[in-house]
């Protein structure tokens, strides 16, 4: 008789945990700006939009909003596989890329990309205080200015501040590259400027982690770039600032950078659960 109910309880647990297994669902070429500004640009109307790939028969989870890259001048939204059925949201976002708009705007719709998730994460069921910004190259720019650069995300109504992790994987801390070339300075001329996230290292910023390639597989200073960034801001007084080179990967690093993304998240979500 024992055995039996050990056994019926044994199936009992199985079934309530197979009846509790997470299921996801993807909803795509979701407009982040409002009907009125979609109307009166076109390009906007075209190009600014999202996928949201998210647990639905869960509630309070984190979410991760993933920039693409592509040099601000191409590239499309995409929810990298290495972040699914982990738990958490990932929301793939479509930015206006250069020449058909000055690069500048591509930060604009980085903002309102992870404004929209603010004021629209809770109607899925997720966390407002778990978003993370991420994203490669370009998108990890992107991550960064809008991240460290409050103003971008204040023009939304929303406090960087609130945002839980930033982790740029190969993303340039100078000024980028495209916006340098609109202004006719060089590759090899470094740029600290107002589109460059290291002018903007402050202590009180969210949690700040690094990711690059190899500093001899990495475009041009990109590493040193992060390394300066990361020591700069723990300078500022910025206590949870860290830095990943990937030996032996190049620019193209995201595979081995996702499990330390997946890493910082579930890092964060176990400090705010304390």
């Known amino acids: 008789m024992k055995k039996l109910i050990l056994l019926l309880s044994l199936f009992f647990i199985y079934a309530a945990s197979f009846a509790q ?3 996801y669902e993807t909803k795509s070429n979701i407009q982040y700006y409002n ?24 509630k309070g989870f984190a979410t991760i909003v993933w920039f693409h890259g592509g040099g601000l001048t191409g590239g ?4 990298p596989e290495a972040l699914k059925n982990k738990g958490f949201a990932v929301i793939g976002v479509n930015y206006r890329l250069s020449p058909n708009v000055k690069a500048a705007k591509a930060i604009e719709d980085a903002a309102a990309a992870v404004a929209w998730t603010f004021n629209n994460i809770t109607g899925y069921g997720g966390d407002t205080s778990l978003i993370f910004v991420s994203g490669h190259s370009a998108g990890g720019y992107l991550a960064s200015m809008i991240g460290l650069d409050k103003k971008w995300l204040q023009n939304e ?3 960087a501040n ?4 930033l982790i740029p994987f190969s993303g340039q801390c100078i000024t980028h590259f495209e916006i340098r070339k609109e202004n006719g300075i060089p590759d090899t001329t470094p740029t600290i400027d107002a589109f460059a996230p290291l002018f903007y290292v402050r202590a009180d910023a969210p949690p700040l982690l690094l990711i690059t390639g ?5 475009m041009l200073g990109r590493y040193e770039e ?13 206590k949870q600032t860290k830095l990943y080179e990937l030996d032996g990967y190049g620019h193209g690093m995201t595979e081995p950078g996702f499990p330390l993304l997946v890493n910082e998240v579930n890092r964060i979500i176990k400090e705010n659960k304390k």
């Not at 009125?36 to 869960?58: F, G, Q, W």
């Not at 609130?162 to 992790?165: E, P, S």
């Open 214 to 218: 190899d500093r001899e597989l990495e």
């Open 76 to 79: 499309n939204k995409e929810i």
């Open 226 to 238: 992060n390394a300066y960034m990361a020591r700069m801001m723990k300078l500022a007084g910025h």
């Open 157 to 159: 109504g929303i406090d």
């Open 162 to 165: 609130k945002i839980a992790g």
């Open 21 to 23: 297994k997470i299921e």
């Open 35 to 58: 009907s009125t500004t979609n109307k009166a640009d076109s390009y906007i109307n075209e190009r600014c939009v999202l996928d949201i790939y998210y647990p639905k028969n869960t």
